[in-house]
């Protein structure tokens, strides 16, 4: 029996986790290969919470493919995101909700992705197409990811769908999606014990925009001011990665998931894009970004759009 490695992007965060294990969980009775669920990064608090409720264990970690190495990627598409050695592996399949950026295959492949707040959401359409039965752990793992992903259906990312398949799965796994969604968003806050590298590589993200090497990173708190105190650390983490790593651009964002604001730090030769995107003036090279939550929606594409 061969077996196929299933994978989110790199610095995972819950959907990352939940949809390789839920897709692994769907492949097994798919596929006569074995399905592996995997992971490119360290689980964060969040994702440790949901894990620890549903009593899951964590996907093993993967840090890079080899020739013809069969592969599932969910989550992610971009090679940037994706495991190292990608370019080299056979891609069976892709279940995934971003831009489509930079992807190539020589063969043909499963491709199936949709405007959703959550892979987690497709892959909940997938068992349903199926005709498979979502037990209440999976149902358990799915409406985590798709808690975080749509910050508890706040975030403009959120679709009908997203709202239906939340709905449907809090029936399954037998809890209280809202008090359950806040407890777990806020374990992903918790971010005391981390150093500011550590802060800025917890959910960045590799994008090439026009040409321009960017980050875009972003961390979820409850309270904004509790991690500007750590400013000038981070400046410095930042400026390291942006030399270490050749970048234009690399914004960090500070989410208030409570009241859906974002505070930026962004920093190297194209912060102009950032100043132009939201027609601010960076001020000691921060910014308050009221309303802006969703990386994939409201920074990405308007990034850009100024370019
Ligand atoms: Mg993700
Ligand atoms: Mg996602
Ligand atoms: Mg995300």
Redesign the pocket.
């Known amino acids: 029996m061969d077996k196929t490695l299933i994978f989110g992007h790199k610095s995972p ?1 819950t ?2 986790i939940m949809s390789a294990l839920v897709m692994a969980n769907l492949e097994n009775y798919l596929s006569k290969d074995t399905a592996v669920p995997c992971r490119l990064g360290e689980i964060n608090k969040e994702t440790a919470y949901a894990l620890k409720y549903f009593k899951v264990q964590a996907p093993k970690y993967l840090d890079n493919v080899s020739n013809g190495d069969s592969v599932i990627l969910v ?1 992610h598409n971009e090679f940037s995101q994706s495991v190292n050695g990608i370019e080299t592996a056979k891609i069976l399949k892709v279940v995934d ?1 971003h831009r489509i950026c930079g992807f190539q295959t020589s063969e043909p492949l499963f491709y199936m992705s949709e405007p959703v707040g ?2 987690c959401t497709i892959l909940y359409e997938l068992y349903k197409m199926n005709n498979i039965e979502i037990n209440p752990t999976i149902a358990g793992l799915m409406l985590s990811a798709i808690i975080s ?1 749509t910050l508890l259906l706040k975030s403009p990312t959120t679709t009908i769908k997203d709202e239906k398949a939340l709905k449907e799965l809090e029936k399954i796994a037998g809890i209280d999606v809202n008090s359950y969604g806040l407890d777990m968003l806020k374990a992903g806050t918790n971010l005391d014990e981390y150093t500011a590298e550590q802060l800025i590589s917890l959910d960045a993200k590799n994008v090439d925009i026009n040409g321009n090497s960017v980050v875009i990173a972003q961390v979820n708190t409850v309270n904004i001011e509790d991690v500007m105190k750590n400013k000038v650390a981070l400046e410095k983490a930042i400026n390291n990665t942006i030399t270490e790593k050749n970048l234009d651009l690399f914004m960090f964002v500070i989410t208030d998931i409570l009241n859906s604001n974002s505070q930026t730090i962004a920093l190297g030769r194209r912060i102009d894009l950032v100043e132009k995107a939201y027609k601010i003036k960076l001020e000691n090279n921060t910014a308050f970004l009221p309303g802006i939550v969703s990386r994939k929606k409201q920074i990405l594409p308007i990034l850009q759009e100024n370019v």
């Open positions: 965060d959907d990352s989550d909700h959550c892979t992903d």
